[in-house]
T-cell receptor, first 117, second 110 residues
Framework: GAVVSQHPSWVICKSGTSVKIECRSL??????MFWYRQFPKQSLMLMAT?????????EQGVEKDKFLINHASLTLSTLTVTSAHPEDSSFYIC?????????????FGPGTRLLVL | TQLLEQSPQFLSIQEGENLTVYCNSS?????LQWYRQEPGEGPVLLVT?????EVKKLKRLTFQFGDARKDSSLHITAAQPGDTGLYLC??????????FGTGTKLQVIP
C-alpha cells in the first residue's frame, strides 16, 4: 500500500525559532498533500492544502505567514512553523492523495510532535 | 463547513462488550470514511462507505451508512484491548479535502 513518511517524528525547540517538517510519499506521486494539526484528545483540523508547483491553500484562521508550505516536488511537501511559540505545540500530520480520479484515497503520515519551550 | 458530530466522545468498556459509535451530520455525503488512530500515530483508514444503506464488515467491526447518506455508525462486537484508540469518521468535501468528525476515544479494559 501507499506509504507516507514524516520527518522528524518529534522535535523540541525554543520559542522564536523556526521548525521545518517534511512529508514524503514514498512509493507514489502526490500532486496534492494536506497538513493537519491535532491537539491532545481532539480530532484533526485541516490547516492547508499543498499543491505541487503552486501556492498552498490555507483554511480560515490559519496564518499563511506563520505556517509556510512548500510543495516543490511530487513526493515532498514541507511545513515550516516560523517563530514558533508554545501555543504552536501540537501534533502535525500530513496526508497525500493517491489513486485515479474518483478512486482516490488519502494516506496519512505518522505525525510529527512539536513541543515549543 | 460541514460538521461531523460523533457520539459518544469517550467510551470505556470491559473486554468482550459490544459498542456502537455514531457519526451524524446535516449534510449529505457521497462517501464517508472511518479511521482509527493510536496515540502518537497518524490515522489509519478502516473503511469507506459509498452507498446509502450500505453495510460493511471488517472482522468484528460493522460499518453502516445511513439511507440518506447523512450519518454512519460503527459497531464493534466483543471488544478487545487492541481496539483501544481514537475512532474518527471523515468525509471528503470540496477539492477532496477530508473533514474529520469530532472523534470517539475508546478504551477497552482487559
Amino acid at each position: 500500500g501507499a506509504v507516507v513518511s514524516q520527518h522528524p517524528s518529534w522535535v523540541i525547540c525554543k520559542s522564536g525559532t523556526s521548525v521545518k517538517i517534511e512529508c514524503r510519499s514514498l512509493d507514489f506521486q502526490a500532486t496534492t498533500m494536506f497538513w493537519y494539526r491535532q491537539f491532545p484528545k481532539q480530532s484533526l483540523m485541516l490547516m492547508a492544502t499543498s499543491n505541487e508547483g503552486s501556492k498552498a491553500t490555507y483554511e480560515q484562521g490559519v496564518e499563511k505567514d506563520k505556517f509556510l508550505i512548500n510543495h516543490a516536488s511530487l513526493t515532498l511537501s514541507t511545513l515550516t512553523v516560523t517563530s514558533a511559540h508554545p501555543e504552536d505545540s501540537s501534533f502535525y500530520i500530513c496526508s497525500a492523495r493517491a489513486g485515479t480520479s474518483g478512486q482516490e484515497t488519502q494516506y496519512f503520515g505518522p505525525g510529527t510532535r512539536l513541543l515549543v519551550l | 463547513t460541514q460538521l461531523l458530530e460523533q457520539s459518544p466522545q469517550f467510551l470505556s468498556i470491559q473486554e468482550g462488550e459490544n459498542l456502537t459509535v455514531y457519526c451524524n451530520s446535516s449534510s449529505v455525503f457521497s462517501s464517508l470514511q472511518w479511521y482509527r488512530q493510536e496515540p502518537g500515530e497518524g490515522p489509519v483508514l478502516l473503511v469507506t462507505v459509498v452507498t446509502g444503506g450500505e453495510v460493511k464488515k471488517l472482522k468484528r467491526l460493522t460499518f453502516q451508512f445511513g439511507d440518506a447518506r447523512k450519518d454512519s455508525s460503527l459497531h464493534i462486537t466483543a471488544a478487545q484491548p487492541g481496539d483501544t484508540g481514537l475512532y474518527l469518521c471523515a468525509a471528503a468535501g470540496g477539492y477532496q479535502k477530508v473533514t474529520f468528525g469530532t472523534g470517539t476515544k475508546l478504551q477497552v479494559i482487559p
